[in-house]
């Protein structure tokens, strides 16, 4: 039978050398597949935490992500903060009608107050604006100012000339330097003093302006002056008008009253 038998069946039993290495082959790359599967369970179970952390400990939880602080807020010193234009001191008296304010503000120009009459029983500020183109071939009225006596305007009735509107000098107080004409307002009333007082609604008219130009204009009471007073060459404004009142008024004024300047 020895013979009947290959000398490898009598050396034992056969030994599948190629099956054997592909089942080790098998069996390690199974092996490998449940590490690899046991690690990745290990992973999940340590990132949740389940298997250490008791209810309510959360003490074991996973630390929250610090998030940076948010930025601080940017001062906004770059923009120029909105601030309203600067009023302009001088510019505008409480209470006075609005065509006492020329269209271009008030010049920094006057220190005078000075007082007239027209020595005529009438009149208006057209009618002297002709008289001083036509015969003093003047350029137009020489007063900033005309006030009413009932008779060619109205009683008290302010009137404003041209040269106001402009900030234009005076033609209405001559002296060497020209010092009043340059730096002086010219109000004229219409009447002649020198034979009666003005009217009550001229005093008031007046007082009123004086009071509000002496404001607007930054002039004291002391600088508000006659024709007269400035030059003594003239009767203007006639010997019957009350500086003394009216200068009272506006120093009084000055202190409280209804055309206090806004400053
Ligand atoms: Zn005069």
Request: contains cysteine; proline residues 9%; aromatic residues 8%.
């Amino acid at each position: 039978m020895t013979d009947n038998h290959t000398i490898a069946e009598l050396a034992g039993p056969k030994i599948d050398t190629a099956g054997s290495r592909s089942r080790a082959m098998r069996c390690r790359s199974e092996w490998m597949r449940w590490r690899m599967g046991a690690a990745a369970v290990a992973v999940v179970v340590a990132g949740s935490g389940c298997a250490t952390t008791r209810p309510g400990d959360v003490s074991q939880l996973p630390r929250p992500v610090k998030q940076a602080p948010p930025p601080a807020p940017t001062r906004m010193t770059s923009v120029p903060r909105y601030s309203p234009p600067a009023p302009a001191s001088r510019s505008f008296v409480d209470g006075a009608p609005p065509d006492w304010m020329p269209p271009r503000g008030i010049a920094r120009r006057w220190k005078y107050i000075v007082v007239h009459h027209s020595a005529t029983p009438t009149g208006s500020a057209s009618a002297f604006d002709r008289y001083h183109r036509n015969v003093n071939h003047w350029d137009e009225l020489g007063y900033h100012f005309v006030i009413g006596n009932g008779r060619g305007s109205g009683d008290g009735q302010i009137e404003v000339g041209p040269r106001w509107r402009k900030q234009k000098h005076g033609a209405h107080c001559k002296t060497p330097n020209n010092d009043f004409n340059d730096h002086g307002i010219g109000i004229c009333l219409v009447g002649d003093f020198g034979a009666y007082g003005p009217s009550a609604a001229q005093m008031a008219s007046l007082t009123k302006l004086v009071r509000y130009l002496s404001n607007a204009c930054g002039v004291s009471p002391r600088n508000v002056v006659t024709h007269r007073g400035v030059t003594g060459k003239t009767e203007c404004p006639g010997r019957r008008f009350p500086l003394d009142r009216l200068q009272r008024a506006v120093a009084g004024d000055t202190r409280s009253g209804s055309y206090r300047a806004s400053r």
